[in-house]
């Protein structure tokens, strides 16, 4: 590979990295950053706190990246141990603190002064500890241990690999989200669920509590004017009235304010925001459409994989996010598919204030289903095999299934107050895929205020909530009617290779590669003048357009893998977009 860097490589905080406040939807003051330079060692054991940590890392870059300056792929037999000592500030040392990880890959342990406190499985998913008990005055030592087994393993690691090649990319393993720590009361807002209710102009609120409160009092607030205040019950509506709808052409955010209070004193106060937006699906002239605030909305989207050529799966800075965001809105896209990864808190943040629909994709996990299965069958036209042959798609063991069930809504849970966010994909192409139509039910159960593709490209179990294709080289066709709207959820992948940009020249791939941007320019247009914008009429509700950057080998991106250059003619991406309506 090639040590390419992004154009944010040199703007790196190396004292602390990525140092905004890491969850925009449940903001409080008093919260310390702990990114930046750890010590770590390798050992042989989760249990065993090394006797020397020789070597640096910069937090939170994985292992395996430029970035966290270690830059070496973690074996299935290591055990990747952090140390760090901190003290807590003063403005944060309040009844409890607790310790918070955006993300560790994948089964990890945490030490506080050398005591054991917390085991964590799951690689995307943000969790915290109370460490109130280990804490000492003065300097605390925090060690993390990290099992990592990537493709060796059957859990839940999108593309990763020990060994990248093709679409395949370089594992992620340790720490690869922000670390840091919060100051509560006793009494405190664990949660807040917030689903804005545009038929009943009403916003209801969810707020889970640790411990018991007096009165909870709720604040809406556009800017510094509140609009709204109500005391309500933990799980409450909120009337609201006047209001402008959330839309990717008018992304208008609220604030709401929620204080608790005992004996009339006010023990904790957070701050979350929230649009108000309605995800549908009706029948407009014959046809199943998708619908925005009650009116038919074209998704034109996407495919969003998240990786960065330094950074790994942790963007290099906040810039960075907020570049491939307000780069793809410019040139005209409204939506992007974030392809099985989960980002850090604050790339929905930007989502939603800079107005992007997302379509988050849970995380594909298990060993490698058969080329049979993933190749040669969808390529004739066979996307529909039965789902609960549990070994044939790599499922077979019970709590392999349990724990991708359980993974699956902690996603949801974490980013249910995400605006943006408009569609839960399931599973992707059957990459260990089970049951899809009994799990996309229970999805939309559970959130019916969002859509579900249950099994996006194949294979298809006729269940909620999209007929979901993927297309690449050969022509794009309309799929038999059934009553669900018709999503081309992948498909283009048109490649370009620009020397001293991409991550490996010699071994670049993409479907179809083109010498220049004029070239690719054309055929990107000609592909959607007669194959893609004909078929809008004819029922196609959303597009996902593979993809906005290149990613290691493959060089099918928008943007390079860099960021440094647009591949594509951008007034030409803009005059298509324009098109790309109902």
Known sequence: MELIKTKFFNDVDKNCPLNDYPRPQLQRDNWQNLNGVFQYAIGMTLDKIPDEFNNNILVPFAYESQLSGVCKQLKPSEILWYRKTFSVNDNINNDRILLHFGAVDWKCKVYINETFVFEHIGGYIPFDIDITDQLTDGENVL???VYDPTDEGWQQRGKQALESHGFWYTGTSGIWQTVWLEGVSKTYIEKVKLLPDID????????????????????IIDGDQVLVEKEIQSDDSIAFEEYDLWSPENPKLYDIRITVYENDKAVDTVLSYFGMRKHSIRVVDGLPRLCLNNEPYFHNGLLDQGYWCDGGMTPPTDEAMIYDIAKMKELGFNMLRKHIKVEPARWYYHCDRLGMLVWQDMIS??????????????????RHVKDNKYKAFSREKPEWRENFRTELFEMIDSLYNSVSVCCWVTFNEGWGQFDAYEIGHAVKKYDPSRFVDHASGWHDQHGPEFNSIHRYIVPVTLPLRDGRPFVLSEFGGYSRIIKKHVWNQKKSFGYIMYPNEKLLSAAYKLLFKTQIIPLIKHGLCATVYTQVSDVEFEVNGILTYDRKIVKLDEKMLKEINAQMHY
């Open 200 to 219: 009943y102009d009403c916003l209801k609120v969810n707020a889970k509590l640790n411990g018991s409160a007096d009165k909870i009092v709720a604040q």
């Open 143 to 145: 060690h993390v241990a």
């Open 365 to 382: 996990g298990g060993r490698p289903i058969s080329q049979l299965l993933a190749g040669v069958l969808p390529n004739i036209n066979v």
